[in-house]
């Protein structure tokens, strides 16, 4: 190929256009960077599966159609939660619907704003302590917890109780879907 431009501008040319080759590049990773959180890790063969169903569109309701109930067993996101040894008040068996919140427990949307807070994608949100962590050699009580059910697509069957300070951390950051320990009921 045979160019007609001088040498230096040629040289020009191809240094202007690094340079903006170089300020763009950066701007096709500020959409997921700025968005802060991310959503729910669910995977396109999930929603496929028909396990959540598809919200009620405007169209739906312009056209009288109704759509059926949903059952509480057909929502997407729902754990079951037992408590034990956590004290008066905070043992039992809880049922959280999230997206939208309900359930048998003692405050749901709380629960279902903790549990957005730890969604992380490509992140198990109930992942035990790693091991070979180093965890300070607080005790904090007897109380333990085993959460079962389905959040963002996957199936969860975690458990947790409060041996030592990571074990605390890892509860705590649950609350208020476990209940606080230390604290008034």
């Not at 949307?109 to 070979?132: I, Q, S, Y």
């Not at 208020?176 to 230390?182: A, F, K, S, V, Y």
Request: proline content about 13%; hydrophobic content about 35%; some cysteine.
């Amino acid at each position: 190929m045979i160019s007609v431009l001088p040498v230096t501008a040629r040289r020009r040319l191809l240094a202007s256009l690094a340079v903006a080759t170089a300020c763009l590049v950066p701007l096709t990773a500020v959409p997921a960077a700025a968005s802060g959180a991310m959503p729910p890790p669910t995977r396109p063969e999930d929603r496929a599966s028909g396990a959540t169903p598809p919200p009620a569109q405007p169209e739906d309701r312009a056209t009288g159609a109704t759509l059926p109930p949903v059952r509480p067993e057909d929502r997407g996101d729902h754990l079951t939660v037992v408590v034990r040894q956590a004290g008066a008040g905070r043992d039992g068996r809880y049922d959280v619907y999230c997206h939208p919140e309900a359930g048998r427990h003692p405050d749901p949307a709380g629960a279902c704003r903790a549990l957005d807070a730890n969604t992380r994608w490509g992140r198990d949100p109930f992942a035990p302590v790693a091991p070979g962590t180093v965890c300070t050699l607080v005790h904090g009580g007897p109380a333990t917890a085993r959460i079962t059910g389905i959040w963002a697509g996957r199936p969860v069957d975690a458990t947790y109780d409060r041996g030592d300070g990571c074990r605390i951390d890892r509860w705590d950051r649950m609350v208020p879907l476990l209940p606080r320990i230390g604290g008034s009921v």
